[in-house]
C-alpha cells in the first residue's frame, strides 16, 4: 500500500483560495484512482473530488463544482486539489487517499471503503474572517 501525506491546509478568509497536496512518500499514484475527502466537526467523512489513474477522468460533488480543481503532477507522485472562492462550510480536515472502493467516473463519484484502503493523516482547513 502507498502511504500518503497531506499539506497545503491553513487558515484563509471567505472568497480566498488554497491548493492541497497529496503525496506518495513511498511508491508512485499513477496505478490509482485518487480521491480527496473532507471531514467536518460532527459530521461524516466525504469524498468532494477524484482523479483517475490516467487523469482522464475527474468528479466533484456538487457543493465543489466550479470553484475547485484536481489534478495529477507529472511526477506521479502528487495530486493537487486547488480550491478557490472558500466558503465557511469548507472548514474542515482534508484527507486524500486511494482505495479499490473508490468509484471515479464521469457520471459518479463513490466511495466505500475496503481493507485495501491508504489515508494520509489530513491537513486542517479553515475557512473564516
Known amino acids: 500500500q502507498v502511504q500518503l501525506v497531506e499539506s497545503g491546509g491553513g487558515l484563509v478568509q471567505p472568497g480566498g483560495s488554497l491548493r492541497l497536496s497529496c503525496t506518495a512518500s513511498?511508491?508512485?499514484?499513477?496505478?490509482?484512482?485518487v480521491g480527496w475527502f473532507r471531514q467536518a466537526p460532527g459530521k461524516a467523512r466525504e469524498v468532494v473530488s477524484c482523479i483517475s489513474a490516467s487523469a482522464a477522468i475527474v468528479n466533484y460533488v456538487e457543493s465543489v463544482k466550479g470553484r475547485w480543481t484536481i489534478t495529477r503532477a507529472s511526477d506521479a507522485k502528487t495530486v493537487y486539489l486547488n480550491m478557490k472562492y472558500l466558503r465557511p462550510e469548507d472548514t474542515a480536515v482534508y484527507f486524500c487517499?486511494?482505495?479499490?472502493?473508490?468509484?471515479?467516473?464521469?457520471?459518479?463519484?463513490?466511495?466505500?471503503?475496503?481493507?485495501?484502503?491508504?489515508w494520509g493523516q489530513g491537513t486542517q482547513v479553515t475557512i473564516s474572517s
Open positions: 513511498s511508491g508512485t499514484l499513477d496505478y490509482y484512482s
Open positions: 487517499a486511494t482505495d479499490p472502493g473508490l468509484t471515479c467516473t464521469a457520471d459518479n463519484i463513490y466511495y466505500r471503503r475496503t481493507q485495501f484502503a491508504s
